[in-house]
């Protein structure tokens, strides 16, 4: 680092050095830097955010292990409300380099309280979701237990008016209202059920569409 140089500078995005080396998976500038006296503490970003975060975020394991031998706060919450465990873990791919990450995160102490709250949210949004959903298979249960029922006695009615015919013009005319009928029946069943399906299918998604815009709102940039 040349001398007199302020490794503490933020740039247009409110990055400094460090986390720029973090984002990059830069170690070797990173351990030059850190050698040189910049600090792993800093606040960066637009979003309150650190270089751990950062670093967490993208899986930058070797990062991540060097920023935490320097000090860098392991529970800071960026603006988002997210810490850099649970963007590590929510926002990873689940591959090896994330699961290094989280594993360090871990072993140096970091709050899993957080994460846990993360996945409560989600839980919660799933229950309701799930209620959602067997109330809505009760009202389109109950809808073609009605059907069924209305139809059985119409096709009832329909077999009393054939057994009524003195003729076959009768009996053809009978048996013609009678199969238009059930066709209709069938059709606006169908109509039907397929709303009712479709209602609620949409009341259990926005549960889950309410969470999901919550989280989109704060994971939408790397912290």
């Not at 995005?13 to 006296?37: C, E, K, N």
């Amino acid at each position: 680092m040349p001398q007199g140089a302020n490794p503490g500078l933020l740039d247009n995005q409110r990055y400094d050095a460090v986390t720029i080396a973090a984002v990059r998976d830069d170690v070797p500038t990173l351990q030059a830097l850190l050698a040189g006296g910049a600090s792993a503490k800093l606040v960066t970003s637009l979003y309150d955010g650190t270089a751990l975060i950062a670093a967490a975020h993208l899986g930058h394991d070797g990062v991540v292990h060097e920023l935490i031998r320097a000090g860098a706060p392991l529970d800071h919450v960026n603006n988002l409300g997210w810490t850099a465990l649970i963007e590590a873990v929510v926002l990873g791919d689940g591959g090896p380099r994330h699961t290094k990450t989280v594993r360090a995160l871990v072993e140096a102490g970091a709050d899993t309280l957080g994460l846990s709250e993360e996945a409560a949210h989600n839980l919660r949004a799933a229950a309701q979701s799930g209620t959602a959903l067997a109330r809505g298979l009760q009202e389109v249960s109950r809808e073609v237990v009605d059907r069924s029922q209305k139809r059985l006695q119409r096709n009832l009615d329909g077999l009393q008016a054939l057994a009524r015919c003195r003729s076959m013009t009768d009996f053809v005319e009978v048996q013609s209202s009678l199969l238009r009928d059930n066709l209709e029946q069938t059709v606006e069943n169908s109509r039907r059920l397929a709303e009712l399906t479709l209602q609620m299918t949409e009341a259990a998604s926005r549960t889950v569409t309410v969470q999901a815009d919550k989280t989109a709102e704060r994971v939408c940039c790397v912290a």
